[in-house]
């Protein structure tokens, strides 16, 4: 994802809407709380089967904690 569809990501969400999107969840069983947060270069799509919306986000978080 680019930093401008981030943008465009942020800006959605401050204007108050919700993005939806679907994933393949079989391959992330095994994380925990400790794990890193999940991103492309981690992800392969194979069956969708699990939904997610996010609704708001965190600038200062950072994916190393």
Do not use: K
């Not at 204007?15 to 492309?40: E, K, Q, R, T």
């Amino acid at each position: 994802t680019s930093a401008d569809n981030i943008d465009v990501i942020r800006s959605w969400l401050a204007d108050g809407y919700a993005l939806p999107f679907a994933l393949d969840a079989d391959g992330f069983d095994g994380l925990g709380s400790g794990d890193d947060p999940i991103n492309s270069t981690d992800y392969s799509e194979s069956d969708i089967n699990h939904a997610q919306c996010v609704v708001g986000y965190d600038d200062p978080w950072t994916a190393d904690g």
